[in-house]
């Protein structure tokens, strides 16, 4: 009886572990789309906060001789 209790709790176990894993899979494309819409939203963020400190970053670095490289926008 006791390898019948094993068994059943294993097989649970493996069947529960599906469920889960489709219920994740079936939300990737959903989270995938979110992720994308966060990344482009710190893009924006990152891209704006370079442009309004380039002109006092420019200076200080021209006068030590590295210049900035260009903003790359995507």
């Known amino acids: 009886m006791e390898v019948l209790g094993w068994a059943a709790a294993g097989t649970a ?25 966060a990344i482009t939203a710190l893009r924006r963020v990152r891209a704006a906060w370079r442009d309004s400190a380039a002109p006092d970053s420019v200076a200080s670095e021209e006068e030590e001789g590295s210049p900035r490289p260009p903003a790359r926008h995507p």
Request: no cysteine; aromatic share 0%.
């Open 13 to 37: 176990a493996v069947s529960s572990g599906a469920v889960l894993v489709g219920v994740v899979l079936d939300q990737i494309p959903a989270l995938s789309d979110k992720a994308e819409r």
